[in-house]
């Protein structure tokens, strides 16, 4: 029998304090990494980029202050502080001219002391020019820019380094750094000076060796804080846990791991510095109960560890996900609000030879989040037809604690949307998600996330004949609507407006990969995944085994009902012309409140499986889906359309006028593939049948499908039940991706007038979950406005 959640139910009394201190926290902003990174960039003029990143990451592990929080088993903190950010100047320094409203602002708040202002004072004049915003702004063609500023794009990488990728764990557990070091060595023995990629090589082996010396002192530095707290504990179990710390310390990750903690720590040491090489979104540890699960057989077996302590390490393990936090300014938080880091964590599915590969460790995790109840890691299984029933029992058990975990994937769906993009069927059956659920193999890099494309501004520049209604910039050349005289002509106009979107989203994407393999190389990152040691190439610059990039759209609900009202309003019924819907969007609807009930309540909206409607989602995410498919990235690799949204949906839906699907101005958008806060009035099944009718085998980048249930639909045998064949029918009938939300609008309604009583609150918002205090007001209206189905 495996363990149960029913047989562990609660925490320890170790894990309620870790996580209780955790919430109470205050998160400030650090900068001890930004003053080592400025002074180690300036003593280094002369060197190549990659080799001045690989020597600041090194000294900012061999000088960060460490700490240890009272009770942890697993150490290692991403900043000087506890739940704290550290400031990365070299990728992000804009928000300085915002630096006195980080406190007060609406989402992903940081006090930010006098001394850390004056530091970043004293070295802001250093970066300026220097990071890719500025490099962005000088080199971004001038269409493009005008579609940025009216809110038809988004580039998340504006701010960040690459990320979204699943790293190559086992080559920490297996081998250690001594074992990556010979690798490199090897590599370095087998070049020719001759050889005409011979410098470009010895660079890179050179800064993967310089920051494997930073990470074994580092782990040096961590092993002397703990001996010195064994000097002075007078508690002798604590004082027997620091020892036992201590020996794994002596251990990893210098040398391979041998016991299920050495594995814990050597895995958190990797997640961890690859979080503070970049800034990167998406670190994504894809399937830990796999490369994790000997090591836990084998301290059973051989009885070294008992469940209850096993399962206390892994809760000390699942903890420390939720302290990677980053700097974000004001147009990013909202993009990211509530500390979103997507670490995806992924258990259960098909092995690479079809079967199913639940393994005693994918309970464990079960028990886990069901414990600690947080945002992080962004907890996903994957489903498949084979999925055991004892299983799938405990996955809704974990749904029901609360916290929007685990969000669910299909096995039967993204397996064939990959081998259909040529990956052979043995590694597409290991795919894993990285982020919200953007689809990759795990070990070979390929970028998620090239940018948002907004689809209800598509249909607006349409209507407004290429004038933003919102900000009135001019771009793209539609037609006049004079000139457009059928229900088939404006249809083809708002077509091919995605076409000339997914043109300035391709142009985009390749920029950004440019200016980034010119001036954020990430050697660390690079030495875990396949391909960049034997070639001596950087990940940025295509030293991955693939070289995919994800291109995502936003808002198919809203531009598919928007299509069909339109249809019905202006073509069908003719209620009015397409100039006079003009202008009532232009006014917000002011004047004619009951045209916008008229569309809110009469005319079908996408969700409730009625094909009228749904055909307009199902063509625009066609149209899409042909225009990415049209192009290859600059690293030489194709792009991977993609349906989801973070919370982009709410900075998008603040930049896009009212639209005709009765939307008001500035309010979010839909979030990823779900229907319309409000819409789907016809319960889950209904939602999941027009959701499906989608290709949803063309989106291999990920989609995401929101769903919110009642509170308490889970806590009796009979709605578990429910739940569990419901999931099945997910995967019978072709679902992609779902996640639900159990909570009342009574207690989040509540959390927003009183937030210091609900600061453990979890909600889930769009491919993630959050705490829910830490949303903006408009995020949190927007998770209160879904409907909240029954089974």
Known sequence: MNPTIGEYPNPSSRIVALKQKFLDYESFMCCQRARIYTEVYRETEHQPMIIRRALALCETLRQIDLFIEDGELIVGHPASRPRSAEVFPEVSFHWMKEIDEFETREYNRLKVTSEVK??????????????????????????TKRAFAAGLLSNPHEWSTFAHVGLDYRKILTKGINGLLEDIKKQKASMRITDPDYHGRSVFYDACEIICEGVVDYAHRYGE?????????????????????????????????????????????????????????????????????????????????????????????????????????????????????????????????????????????????????????????RLHRGTPEEFLEQVVLSISSGNGMPQVLNDEIIVPSLTGRGLPLAEAREYIPVGCDEITVPRMWGRCNGGYLNFAKVLEM???????????????????????????????????????????????????????????????????????????????????????????????????????????????????????????????????????????????????????????????????FD??????????????????????????????????????SGLPLADGLTPMYGQDVHGPTAALKSVVKVDLVRSPNGVIVNQRLTSGILGTPKGREKMELLLRSFVDIGGFHWQFNIVDNKELLEAQVHPEQYKGLVVRVAGYSAIFIELSKKAQDSVIARNAASL
């Open 225 to 381: 804080l703990v001996d010195s707290f064994i000097a002075r504990t007078r508690d002798p179990v604590r004082a027997s846990e620091l020892q036992g710390m201590r020996e794994v310390l002596s251990r990893v990750p210098l040398y391979p791991a041998r016991t299920f903690h050495e594995a814990l720590q050597s895995f958190w040491f990797v997640q961890l510095i690859t979080q503070i090489e970049g800034n990167g979104f998406s670190i994504s540890p894809g399937r830990f109960d796999h490369y994790m699960n000997p090591y836990l057989e084998k301290d059973l077996e051989e009885g070294r560890l008992s469940v209850e302590r096993a399962i206390e390490l892994l809760d000390c393990t699942w903890l420390k996900f939720a302290e990677i936090m980053r700097v974000d300014d004001k147009k990013a938080a909202e993009v990211n609000a509530g500390y979103a880091s997507g670490q995806n964590l992924v258990i259960g599915g098909i092995d690479s030879k079809g079967k199913d590969s639940t393994t005693l460790l994918s309970y464990l995790c079960l028990i886990a989040n069901y414990h600690v109840r947080l945002h992080q890691p962004n907890f996903t299984v």
């Open 462 to 624: 349409t209507l407004n004949e290429g004038v933003d209604m919102k900000y009135g910039i001019a771009f793209g050349e539609p037609p006049s609507l004079r000139m457009i005289g059928s229900w088939d002509e404006f249809h083809q106009a708002v077509l091919e407006k995605i076409d000339y979107a997914v043109e300035r989203q391709v142009s985009e994407a390749n920029l950004t990969d440019r200016i980034h393999e010119e001036i954020l190389p990430l050697p660390f990152l690079s030495m875990f995944l396949d391909d960049c040691i034997e070639t001596g190439k950087d990940v940025t610059a295509g030293g991955g085994h693939y070289n995919t990039t994800g291109l995502v759209g936003v808002g198919s609900a809203n531009i598919g009902d928007s299509l069909f009202a339109i249809k019905r309003l202006v073509f069908d019924e003719g209620r009015l012309t397409l100039a006079e819907l003009r202008s009532v969007l232009l006014a917000d609807f002011e004047g004619n409140e009951p045209l916008r009930q008229y569309i809110l309540n009469k005319i079908p909206k996408f969700g409730n499986d009625e094909d009228e409607v749904d055909q307009y989602v199902v063509g625009v995410t066609n149209r899409f």
């Open 627 to 664: 225009a990415v498919d049209r192009y290859r990235n600059n690293r030489g690799g194709p792009f991977y359309p993609a349906l989801y949204s973070v919370t982009a949906q709410v900075g998008l839906g603040g930049a896009t006028a009212a639209s005709a699907d009765g939307r008001k």
């Open 118 to 143: 004056a530091m970043l004072a004293e070295i802001h004049p250093y970066w300026e020019g220097k990071n890719p915003t500025d490099k962005f702004r000088a080199r971004r063609p001038e269409e």
